[in-house]
């Protein structure tokens, strides 16, 4: 079972960036499919960006394309999201994920293993 733990989350201007990191033990990310959702107050958990197994296949969601880069490092076992322009309707918790698979999802219930979270507050 792979434990992962999230890193990198604060407070930041609107406009500024936040790189968030995930550190995965127990399995290597080389072999997952890693993605990044996220979850404000009261609303429903929702799909940000994931790297395929492969690591040459990305995902994103319309409203962070351009703005959000996923990678990983397979040396570090760590896969992070670079947020750039960030605006405040990005703030929320945002979790990293992982599942077994070939194929890339962008669907939370398809993931079999969640960090904690990383709270990203940005101001307007």
């Known amino acids: 079972q792979v434990q992962l733990v999230e890193s990198g989350g604060g407070l930041v201007q609107a406009g500024g960036s936040l790189r968030l990191s995930c550190a995965a033990s127990g399995r290597s990310v080389n072999s997952n499919n890693m993605g990044w959702f996220r979850q404000a107050p009261g609303k429903e958990r929702e799909f940000v960006a994931a790297i395929c197994w492969s690591g040459r296949s990305t995902s994103y969601a319309g409203s962070v394309k351009g703005r959000f880069t996923i990678s990983r490092d397979n040396a570090k076992n760590t896969v992070y999201l670079q947020m750039n322009s960030l605006k405040p309707e990005d703030t929320a918790v945002y979790y990293c994920?992982?599942?077994?698979?070939?194929?890339?999802?962008?669907?939370?219930?398809?993931?079999?293993?969640w960090g904690q979270g990383t709270q990203v507050t940005v101001s307007s």
């Open positions: 994920a992982a599942r077994i698979a070939y194929t890339c999802s962008n669907y939370f219930n398809e993931y079999d293993a």
